[in-house]
Nanobody, 119 residues
Framework: QVQLQESGPGLVKPSQTLSLTCTVS??????????WSWIRQPPGKGLEWMGA???????YYSPSLKSRTSCSRDTSKNQFTLQLSSVTPEDTAVYYC???????????WGKGTLVTVSS
């Protein structure tokens, strides 16, 4: 059973960088051909895909967030990370990590972590 767990600060100040880590257990993030994604859901709004890192280490980003988003990984810890720079209160959301199998299908999700951007 694959499990994902998000971790990081729950409060970030405007203009700072939001950093989150997803720890994966029950499967390796380097296993062919999985992708590991970040998705967020602002209060009262729908899900927004942010970016992903592939089993190979290649990264992919939402065009609307590409200039502020960076995904990376630590294979020794079986973790992948999200950094979102220059945050504003509009970046307040529940942030999820998930495993992508094929055609965008996400079969395992973390429980999500609320990040509030506020001074």
């Amino acid at each position: 059973q694959v499990q994902l767990q998000e971790s990081g600060p729950g409060l970030v100040k405007p203009s700072q960088t939001l950093s989150l880590t997803c720890t994966v257990s029950g499967g390796s993030i380097t296993t062919n051909y999985y992708y590991w994604s970040w998705i967020r859901q602002p209060p009262g709004k729908g899900l927004e895909w942010m970016g992903a890192i592939a089993y190979s280490g290649s990264t992919y980003y939402s065009p609307s967030l590409k200039s502020r988003t960076s995904c990376s990984r630590d294979t020794s810890k079986n973790q992948f990370t999200l950094q979102l720079s220059s945050v504003t209160p509009e970046d307040t959301a529940v942030y999820y990590c998930a495993r992508v199998v094929v055609a965008g299908l996400m079969d395992y999700w973390g429980k999500g972590t609320l990040v509030t951007v506020s001074s």
